[in-house]
Nanobody, 122 residues
Framework: QVQLVESGGGLVQPGGSLRLSCAASGSILGTATMGWYRQAPGKQRELVATTTNNGNINYGDSVKGRFTVSIDNAKNTVSLQMNSLQPEDTAEYYC????????????????WGQGTLVTVSS
């Protein structure tokens, strides 16, 4: 079984920065992708940023140029540096990963974290 644990959420003023981190643990044989999604109250969950283990990165349109995602394949961690935060970035941020596990044969397993709240407000 694989678990994801997020950290780094909190309250920040408009224009400020935050860094989110997510660590995967469990019987992981390999990592296909790791990244972040978010869900604001009353809205659907949306892509923030994802990265593959070979460095292919995809950002949501609303965060391009402000957020940076990075992955450490050796440590099975993914981070999200968020700059120039705005009130519309307020949301629950979820870590997501697709991992290769043995169950009993090799297969891909998608896992979600519990979420960490980011609030941008003055």
């Amino acid at each position: 079984q694989v678990q994801l644990v997020e950290s780094g959420g909190g309250l920040v003023q408009p224009g400020g920065s935050l860094r989110l981190s997510c660590a995967a643990s469990g019987s992981i044989l390999g990592t296909a992708t790791m990244g972040w999604y978010r869900q604001a109250p009353g809205k659907q969950r949306e892509l923030v940023a994802t990265t593959t283990n070979n460095g292919n990165i995809n950002y949501g349109d609303s965060v391009k140029g402000r957020f940076t995602v990075s992955i450490d394949n050796a440590k099975n961690t993914v981070s999200l540096q968020m700059n120039s935060l705005q009130p519309e970035d307020t949301a629950e941020y979820y870590c997501n990963g697709v991992f290769v596990v043995r169950d009993p044969g090799l297969r891909r397993l998608e896992v979600w974290g519990q979420g960490t709240l980011v609030t941008v407000s003055s």
